[in-house]
């Protein structure tokens, strides 16, 4: 007996029966050009996913080099920008200071702003002189607590001045 599915020139027994063989189902051929289709479909849209890649790496690498190029720049004129700003900072303190000195040191309430920094500025220069801080306040004629409550408004003066000129106080 020959088995089913054994094949014999162009026919196949299937069961008894002779079938000829003519081509694959119509619903086969279809599906295979279908998955052919769609393989080339997927393989167009790789080749596109890597040019995409491609350019946006070209596309990094320059931005990367334009990135490097403004921080330069922006390095080099905050550099400008803060020597004059610490040169001028320099000269309002010098002139603050030279303005302190000027006047006879006694102990008298001290009621606006400028006057606080100017105390400031008077105690941290004779600390600086190489006095303690004890001497330093002596020197200037103003007791520590009262420094200590009235620091903030000097030392913002003094790091942040632009802050300090944005605030809108009462009495200066």
């Given at each position: 007996m020959i088995e089913p599915t054994t094949l014999q020139g162009r026919r196949r027994l299937t069961k008894g029966a002779v079938v000829p063989i003519y081509a694959p189902a119509p619903t086969a051929l279809h599906e295979i050009e279908m998955l052919k289709v769609k393989l080339e479909a997927?393989?167009?849209k790789v080749n596109l996913k890597e040019e995409?890649?491609?350019v946006l790496k070209k596309d990094e690498i320059y931005l990367q080099g334009e990135l490097t190029k403004k921080d330069a720049y922006y390095q080099e004129q905050l550099a400008k920008k803060d020597a004059n700003f610490n040169d001028e900072l320099a000269r309002k303190d010098a002139i603050l200071l030279d303005k302190m000195k000027n006047k006879k040191i006694r102990k008298q309430a001290v009621r606006n702003t400028k006057g606080?920094?100017?105390?400031y500025v008077a105690a941290l220069e004779a600390f600086r002189?190489?006095?303690s801080?004890?001497?330093a306040f002596d020197a200037v004629g103003v007791d520590r607590n009262t420094v200590a409550r009235t620091a903030i408004v000097a030392e913002l003066h003094l790091a942040a001045p632009?802050?300090?000129e944005s605030i809108s106080w009462n009495e200066r």
């Open positions: 997927e393989r167009e995409m890649i491609d606080v920094i100017l105390r002189r190489g006095k801080m004890k001497a632009e802050v300090f």
